[in-house]
């Protein structure tokens, strides 16, 4: 890989050694689709395809069927499949979930986009619209944000939050760069300020 601290992939001999260290979403693509196994676009999947790959499990890519006719879902209830009424956001899906919540102008939440992605993607055929207005109203939760996404979050905010970091200009870069030195490594993914007294001479 492209930095001096984390072994390269074929080097890394368990799934634990692995998760130390920090992975963008297009290097975990690289090494799913180099292992010829199967490459969804999501973080979370890619690191349980990796993780069942160290188990001795290999995920392959679903082969690709000529097209099936679907029957058309045309009436839409709250146990109707997610992926048996070829969801969408457009108006159609909106108009049901506005009747659902009495909201006139509904919006889909990220949460429910992540998931709607999921569903697809895993070809999850018991996932209802029932299950993501549940989604909606906070009762269940499917695909949220990636780990990864939510460590670097609460990093910056922890660093910002941390008065000794008042002295930078531009704090958002140099919380970039003591991240990208935590990221590489198999140090954990949070920040003190014994990290910044460390490393101080290297932001």
């Known amino acids: 890989m492209s930095n001096n601290n984390r072994p390269d992939f ?14 963008y979403r297009d290097e975990l693509i690289k090494i799913c689709r180099d292992l010829g196994l199967k490459s969804p676009s999501g973080k979370i999947e890619l690191n349980k395809i990796i993780e069942a790959y160290f188990a001795g499990e290999r995920i392959l890519p679903e082969k690709k069927h000529g097209k099936r006719k679907r029957s058309v879902v045309t009436e839409l ?63 269940k939760t499917y695909a949220m944000y990636d780990k990864s996404a939510l460590q670097w979050n609460r990093f910056v905010k922890d660093f910002c939050a941390d ?3 008042k002295v930078y200009g531009e704090r958002l870069k140099v919380a970039a760069k003591l991240w990208s030195i935590v990221r590489d490594s198999d140090m954990e993914k949070i920040y003190s300020r014994e990290l910044l007294e460390k490393y101080r001479d290297r932001l």
Do not use: P
């Open 10 to 23: 074929d080097d890394i001999k368990n799934y634990e050694e692995f998760s130390k260290y920090y992975w």
């Open 77 to 139: 209830t709250l146990d109707t499949g997610l992926i048996a009424c070829g969801f969408t956001f457009g108006n159609r899906f909106r108009d049901f979930f506005s009747k659902q919540t009495g909201e006139e102008h509904f919006k889909f939440n990220v949460d429910m986009v992540a998931t709607v992605k999921a569903v697809k993607e895993n070809g999850d055929e018991s996932f209802t619209l029932g299950d993501l207005l549940d989604l909606y109203y906070g009762k």
């Open 163 to 165: 008065d000794a970091t």
